[in-house]
């Protein structure tokens, strides 16, 4: 709760909350009373702490499963794979679980429709992000054969900052002070890490 207000209270947090771009609708401050401790809560940050919590719990068990993802990678390498042995048996892992990964969730919006009748840009971009995340997995892997799994790790999921430039190239997203500090931050604690 604390971690949604400080979040919610940034200029990066009200523009999460509150859309993007224009094409969403603007954000609307209520000032509806919300008795917490004889305190008047604006709606925003009623509605930033349960949709925080949504992308801040997904966030947290998609960083643990990465964590998992890297030690199991590093172990099969260290237990005798090579690294493209051991990039392709972690594909066949992948679409063991892919029935899980299609089933459509409660909250996965327009999953109804079918794919084909979605704008082809965007089925595009989908395969195209699963081409890059297959060749990435295996330059993780040759990387993980040769050092260190911390580093290895830390480093490879620095790409926020490589996000952000795309999304501001491409995607329409402003750099603010708050990404821009946090761009920073990853790719020093990456180089920290990185450090003998």
């Not at 401050?29 to 949504?54: D, G």
């Not at 840009?121 to 330059?139: C, D, E, H, P």
């Not at 892997?141 to 501001?168: C, F, I």
Request: with cysteine.
């Amino acid at each position: 709760m604390l971690l949604a207000q400080l979040f919610h209270d940034t200029a990066f947090g009200r523009d999460f909350f509150c859309g993007f771009s224009a094409r969403r609708a603007p954000c609307v401050v209520s000032t509806v009373p919300v008795t917490r401790s004889n305190q008047r809560v604006p709606m925003t940050q009623k509605l930033a702490s349960s949709a925080s919590s949504s992308w801040l719990t997904n966030s947290l068990i998609c960083m643990a499963l990465y964590g998992f993802w890297g030690f199991l990678s590093k172990l099969a390498l260290v237990k005798g794979l090579s690294a493209s042995q051991e990039a392709t048996i972690e594909k066949v892992g992948f679409f063991m679980l892919m029935p899980l990964v299609m089933k459509p969730s409660s909250n996965d919006s327009g999953s109804s429709s079918s794919i084909s009748s979605r704008p082809k840009m965007a089925i595009l971009a989908a395969l195209m992000s699963g081409a890059s995340a297959a060749v990435a997995s295996l330059f993780y892997s040759r990387a993980m054969a040769e050092g260190d799994a911390g580093a290895v790790s830390a480093l490879t999921a620095s790409y926020p900052p490589v996000t952000l430039m795309l999304g501001m190239a491409f995607g329409g997203e402003t750099l603010t002070k708050n990404k821009l500090l946090g761009s920073i931050l990853t790719v020093l604690g990456a180089l920290f890490f990185a450090r003998k």
